[in-house]
């Protein structure tokens, strides 16, 4: 998996996990538009759960699957997910991004 995968992933649980985002519609010269709004837009912290939510997540940052061309990874292996095929018996091989936010 490439780091910018992820970090798109990572990103992704974060804000998820801290509270989804919500739509809100703008109106803006006769014509209506979709923005995308933080949660807690306006507010300036977020609960202590979601805190600790993020703040465990963010501690992933930089962790790489093992070897680096596969899906072999430790939040697959903690959930006994995926097939068992990893060079290490503590990994297992799945695509992780949803194994990854449940583990969070």
């Known amino acids: 998996m490439t780091t910018a995968i992820a970090l798109s992933c990572l990103a992704a649980s974060a804000v ?3 509270g989804a985002p919500q739509r809100r519609t703008v ?3 006769e014509r209506s538009t979709r923005a995308v709004v933080a949660p807690g837009a306006g507010r300036s912290r977020l609960s202590a759960l979601r805190q600790r939510i993020v703040s465990l997540a963010e501690s992933q940052l930089g962790y790489r699957t093992d ?3 596969s899906y072999c990874n430790k939040y697959s292996a903690y ?3 995926g097939a068992a095929s990893c060079p290490s ?4 091989d ?5 194994d990854f936010a449940a583990w969070v």
Do not use: G, T
Not at 94 to 98: G, I, K, L, S, Y
């Open 89 to 92: 018996s503590v990994l297992r």
């Open 16 to 18: 998820l996990l801290a």
């Open 27 to 29: 109106r803006r010269a």
């Open 94 to 98: 799945e695509q992780w991004c949803a």
């Open 79 to 81: 959930w006994i997910a």
């Open 67 to 69: 070897p680096p061309d």
